[in-house]
């Protein structure tokens, strides 16, 4: 049974016990495809998880400067697939970025070796997670999880290297699943990681999984970001699943998704 005591420490605000924060977190997940990218923009830091396909970067930076972001104080990579990291380089050379944040693996593709050489050109300090970390970033507390798993280039197991994200933000709780699945999935359900939130980001574009009943029966969010789009919705026993619980799903498929919370609650827009 894994456990994390500053985890712990760090959600005890889900008691209730922890006061609004003085400003409001803008959560926006942006409509670009079968793909991920989404802003945490709070308290004047800006975090952006995970930079869409080689053909978004454009479409990320356009949406990031009209959104007047001016820098990047962090960057996730939950992992190396063509569909998470192909926009690094366009962003990298759009905004300052001050850290970024991946998993501990290599991977022998073209836009892993971009990425790479992004993150040397721009000297950006780069942290590959090797275990669980927890940080605070204004009045954010963050938990990534590495995964429990090896990855095996011949099997490509890309979705189960996922970084896992949960953000407590006031009394609301947000997760980035990255593309968690499989063994991986398996683990988060059932080897004691604390899921419960407000609003998950779901993993695997909607993907249906054995584990995906579990992970709603343990998470109960009441929003779940689903990125998909016309041409790869969202498999519709998933879309069931998560009606029947009556989580609102937002989907990229309808367009930018924008969520606001002032700690205690949360806004759609």
């Known amino acids: ?51 869409g396909e080689e053909d978004d970067g454009y479409k990320i930076v356009d949406a990031l400067q009209q ?79 590495a995964s429990t798993k090896v990855y095996d280039p011949e099997k490509g197991n890309d979705n189960q290297m996922s970084l896992v994200t949960a953000i407590a933000f006031g ?15 398996k683990d988060l359900c059932y080897q004691g990681y604390e899921l419960g939130c407000n609003i998950i980001k779901f993993p695997c574009h909607g993907k249906w999984q054995k584990h995906v009943p579990t992970l709603l029966a343990l998470s109960l969010p009441q929003y779940a970001i689903i990125t998909d789009s016309e041409k790869n919705p969202a498999d519709i026993k998933t879309l069931d699943a998560l009606s029947t619980l009556d989580i609102t799903t937002l989907r990229t498929a309808n367009g930018n998704v924008h969520l606001y919370t002032d700690g205690f609650k949360v806004t759609v827009y």
């Open 67 to 145: 959104l007047e972001v001016e820098k990047l104080d962090l960057v996730i990579l939950t992992h190396f697939d063509k569909d998470h990291i192909g926009g690094f380089s366009d962003v990298a050379d759009a905004f300052p970025i001050k850290k970024v944040i991946l998993p501990d693996y290599v991977r022998d593709s073209e836009l892993y070796k971009s990425m790479d050489a992004a993150l040397e050109l721009h000297e950006i300090p780069t942290e590959r997670l090797l275990a669980d970390t927890t940080f605070q970033l204004g009045q954010a507390a963050f938990t990534v999880w």
């Open 1 to 51: 049974m894994k456990t994390i005591l500053s985890f712990f420490l760090c959600f005890a605000a889900l008691m209730g016990c922890t006061p609004a924060p003085a400003s409001g977190m803008d959560i926006y997940t942006f409509s670009i495809g079968k793909a991920d990218c989404s802003l945490l923009s709070f308290d004047g830091i800006n975090v952006l998880i995970d930079v």
């Open 171 to 185: 009394q609301i709780r947000l997760l980035f699943m990255g593309d968690a699945e499989g063994g991986w999935l």
